[in-house]
């Protein structure tokens, strides 16, 4: 953020320019890559092998004169792509809403007024201000710069940081890596050099997840397991003499009855909405594969202020050589004062105290606001606690002299110096972390004048920080000196005095760390600050940090050393970004599943290489959130604590629907098998088992996956990246399923076909539809009884139950679904034993969960 003496033409384009140039020139954007529509939506239900061959079977059937049949499979199709349709369209619409809240934004002048507008809006001739870490949003030319670096390697390839000064071209996508400048806008969207060469996909990838491969293959080899069953039904059909149409028909039903294959579309569909539901508790993830990430997290590495922290500060005391003064007041409300032994202070009082108020207010590039009733602050709020403590001290804030030149702060120097012009000659004012500006100053200033700085007199400077460290301060020293000419010189300085700020912890935090840790995650504190402050947040916020390591001794450590050191509760303080992206490192070798947070241009390695790189919408910068794979809208630790849990809800909801779904293929094929050795007529018509298939059993499924987070999920202990979806314990309640509803299929069938096929067939395929939506309860946890779970929790499933028990019953009174399906009328004896034999699968599951006996096993 700059200052506002800085800008020459402080008023930037006026309402009336931005009408007239937006007409000209339109929008700073760039033609998306894709943007589905939504009939490419719409055909892509139609584009499944095993749909294609649908069609081509409907085409057959009709062409054979065999109505009836086609047109079933026609509207089976139709159906199953219409419902396809709805949950990808509203998955598609989720991630789009998303991506829009990802857009980055561009500060300007307007007007005469600094505001953050979204990038597109700008315009040719729009003032815009840089800093550390934006993305520069368009193309322009620099009026004013301090220390300007500018990272082009997206344009040339070159990855070494250039410096820019007044008058050089500035280019859309680069970015800045250090420094600040005014510019303004020259080239916009297309006409910009980046537009020329490079085309912007959409900030949201859609590279499959791990969980998408994963079930890929899987439908995969279910794919050819379901050719060889259905070529094996197929030549038993073609034994009995059935005609060809008919076997032709039974192979492809048998291979649809089979093949899970909407199940990678299913998952896709359940992570965009879990994406979504995160998004409304103010967590972006740019990627789905972060959704499904997130819930194998285990260990959140955060930083401090503004995560743990309100990141208000607010300075309390200030010490000096000889004295030690309290500050009052609250917040960023300047009313409040300065004081020594009680006794108030106004500037001209104490030369001592005002030369750090005069260095706290030069070295800065906060502003302070009034908004109704609340001030606010603008820019760094360490450096708009130091303004405000001026304005306490009543100094002089607007007869400033200029500033001429500045050594920018960096999370790695953690200082900042800036050459003031006076009117008797430069004067180099810097403020920073204690140690870092201790050790550049010689002198001391006292109430008589700079005198030598001794050993004893630095020890002393240093212990007085390390106590207000202890008490949670954040604690910055002030050093000022005479410039010899136009450069600054950080040495031999003479040390002013030190604040100490408070940043009071952020209350809902405590209860998350908790959270985490019931559920098995571990939170190391990173911070750049003092290693006491580390440890009173840490304290205080009850992360159990038993030993707070500092990037001093951290480099000191070997690979074996560190690995040792993470085993236990340690935190890290007064680390530069390159620690954090070792730790992260350290932390995945020992197999962790690590989510870090960052918001410096430093830290996107870190973010990058970490499992979760985690941004802050307010505080981070556009580096940083480009690196991240989620962002926080809140800057909040408590929300990578809930998107955590929206993760474990999400996988263990796939988990469920991918059980459920494989069960009841599993009975649709056990019960074809058994008919087809038995010699029976055929139990199941294949316009039924497409009927199964496609239209019940899918909506049941995208019901479970709405379940609510048992409340365990969040008890148990992160789940290995090594954990698959579908475990040997899941395969066994599987096939118990698969084999208890597919007998129960061929009972019923068997029993009645002393009342003819027709009545046989339909109670069998009816059957087969009930047991497949009763068992859906059981699905809802395998290990908390549903007793336990309320019915209430998940009210869409008990819509899709009574929907698709609706449908069946339809399929056997309504006429055109009789014809369509080939049913007949049940009565209540056949309706009484499809009850019957549903009652175990409702209550059996219930008595193990009961016993615990799922537990731990397929949980
Ligand atoms: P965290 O990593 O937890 O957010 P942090 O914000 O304190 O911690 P840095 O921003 O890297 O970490 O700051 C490190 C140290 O640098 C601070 O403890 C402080 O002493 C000093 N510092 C912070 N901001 C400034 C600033 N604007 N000017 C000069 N020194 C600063």
């Given at each position: ?7 020459q033409d ?17 929008w700073?954007e ?6 589905v529509?939504?009939a ?25 004169g ?20 709805t ?25 005469g007024?600094?505001?953050v507008i979204p990038a ?7 003032l815009?201000?840089?800093a ?13 710069e301090?220390g300007?670096?500018i ?13 820019k000064?007044?008058?050089e ?5 680069t ?11 020259t ?6 050099e980046?537009?020329?060469v ?8 859609d ?7 994963e079930?890929?293959i ?16 197929a ?20 291979a649809?009855a ?7 579309a ?11 539901a ?37 300075v ?6 000889d004295a030690?003064?309290e500050v ?28 750090a ?19 606010v602050?603008h ?13 306490k ?11 001429i030149a ?12 800036v ?23 010689d ?20 212990e ?7 008490r949670?301060?954040r604690v ?20 002013v ?5 408070i940043d ?10 908790r ?10 504190i990173?911070t750049?600050?003092h290693?006491a402050?580390?440890?009173?947040v ?9 030993r ?8 000191k ?26 730790i ?17 241009v430093n830290?996107a390695p ?5 499992d ?5 919408a307010?505080?981070g910068?556009?580096?940083?959130k ?12 408590a ?6 849990r ?7 909801n ?12 599993a ?7 058994v ?27 995208v ?5 609510p ?9 992160p789940?290995?990246s ?23 299929a061929?009972?019923l ?14 109670a069998a395929?009816?059957?087969m ?20 779970l ?44 499809i ?14 969960k009961?016993l615990?006996?799922?537990?731990g096993?397929?949980?």
């Open positions: 953020m700059a200052e506002p003496h800085m800008i402080p008023q930037g384009l006026t309402g009336a320019e931005i009408h007239r140039l937006r007409a000209e020139h339109g700073n760039l033609p998306r890559g894709k943007r529509s939504a490419v939506v719409l055909l892509r239900q139609f584009t499944g092998v095993l749909v294609l061959m649908l069609i081509v079977a409907g085409l057959i059937a009709l062409a054979l065999e109505r009836v049949d086609a047109l079933a499979i026609g509207a089976v199709v139709v159906l199953n792509g219409v419902l396809g349709f949950q990808e369209w509203r998955a598609e619409q989720a991630m789009r809403a998303l991506q829009a809240m990802l857009s980055p934004h561009a500060t300007v002048i307007r007007d007024q600094e505001r597109r809006e700008l315009l040719p001739g729009d815009i201000l840089l550390e870490g934006d993305r520069v949003p368009a193309d322009a030319e620099t009026l004013r301090v300007l670096q990272d082009e390697s997206v344009l040339t390839g070159e990855s070494v940081p250039v410096s000064i007044t008058a071209p500035l280019f859309s996508g970015t800045v890596t250090s420094g600040h400048a005014e510019a303004r806008v080239a916009i969207g297309t006409e910009t980046f537009g020329r490079a085309l912007l996909t959409g900030s949201v990838e590279t499959p997840t791990t969980l998408q491969r079930l890929g899987l439908a995969r080899q279910l794919g050819w397991v379901a050719i060889g069953v259905a070529v094996l039904v030549a038993m059909g073609v034994w009995r003499g059935l005609e060809t149409l008919q076997v032709f028909m039974l192979g492809l039903s048998m649809v089979m093949v899970p294959e909407g199940l990678p299913v998952v896709t569909v359940t992570l965009a909405l879990g994406a979504a995160m998004a409304r508790q103010n967590a972006l993830v740019r990627n789905l594969q972060a959704v499904e990430t997130l819930g194998a997290a285990s260990v959140i590495c955060t930083d401090k202020t503004g995560t743990l922290t309100e990141n208000q500060m607010t309390r005391e200030i010490w000096t050589r030690a003064y009052t007041g609250s917040g960023y409300d300047p009313a409040g004062h300065v004081a020594q032994g009680g006794h108030k202070l106004r500037w001209g009082d104490d030369p001592v105290l005002d030369r108020c005069h260095v706290g207010l030069v070295c800065s590039h906060a502003r302070l606001s009034r908004e109704g009733e609340t001030w602050a820019g760094d709020p360490t450096e708009a606690a130091l303004i405000v403590l001026a304005h001290a009543w100094a002089p804030t607007d007869a400033r002299a200029p500033v500045e050594l920018p702060f960096t999370s790695d120097r953690k200082r900042m110096s050459l003031e012009l006076g009117e008797g000659g430069g004067t180099v004012l810097t403020k920073g972390a204690p140690e870092l500006v201790i050790g550049i100053c002198r001391v200033l006292t109430a008589h004048g700079p005198a030598p700085l001794t050993d004893e007199g630095a020890d002393a400077a240093r007085a920080a390390h106590r207000m460290a202890e949670g301060f910055i020293a002030l050093a000022s000196r005479e410039a010899s000419g136009e450069m600054i010189e950080e040495s031999r300085m003479v040390l005095g030190l604040v100490g700020m009071p912890p952020r209350m809902e935090v405590a209860g998350a760390i959270a985490a840790r019931g559920a098995g995650i571990r939170t190391l990173i750049g600050d290693p402050t580390a440890r009173n840490a304290d205080q916020l009850g992360i159990g940090a038993k707070i390591v500092t990037g001093a001794e951290l480099a450590m070997d690979d074996a050393a560190l690995a040792e050191t993470l085993s236990q509760p340690v935190g890290f303080a007064r680390v530069s970004p390159a620690d954090k992206l070792r992260v490192g350290a932390l995945q070798a020992l197999g962790e599943t690590v989510a870090m947070t960052g918001d410096g830290d870190a973010l990058r290489k970490a979760i790189g985690v941004a802050m307010i505080r910068t556009e580096v940083a480009d690196a991240a794979d989620l962002i926080l809208l809140d800057d909040n630790y929300t990578i604590v809930g998107a955590i929206e993760g474990r809800r999400q996988f263990d796939t988990r469920k629907f991918v059980r459920y779904l494989l069960s009841s293929n009975g649709e094929v056990v019960a074809l098998i008919n087809t050795i038995m010699l029976a007529p055929l139990i199941f018509l294949p316009t039924q088992i497409l009927w199964m298939n496609l239209i019940t059993d899918g909506v049941t499924a019901a479970l996956g709405l379940e987070s048992e409340k365990a999920q969040m008890r148990d202990p789940r290995a090594t954990d698959r979806v579908l475990s040997l314990g899941s395969v066994t309640v599987i096939m118990a399923f698969g084999l208890y509803t597919g007998a129960a061929v009972l069938f068997e029993m009645l076909r002393p009342l003819g096929v027709d009545v046989a067939r339909t395929f009816t059957g539809v009930v047991f497949e939506k009763v068992s859906v309860f059981a699905f809802r946890s395998l290990r908390t009884p549903n007793w336990r309320g019915l209430s929790g998940n009210p869409v499933l008990l819509l899709a139950f009574a929907a698709m028990i609706s449908l069946q019953v339809a399929a056997v009174y309504w006429a055109p679904l009789q014809t369509l399906l080939q049913t007949v009328p049940l009565g209540w004896n056949e309706w009484g034993m009850a019957a034999l549903s009652l175990p699968l409702l209550i059996v599951p219930e008595i193990l009961s615990g006996l799922f537990r096993r397929a949980a």
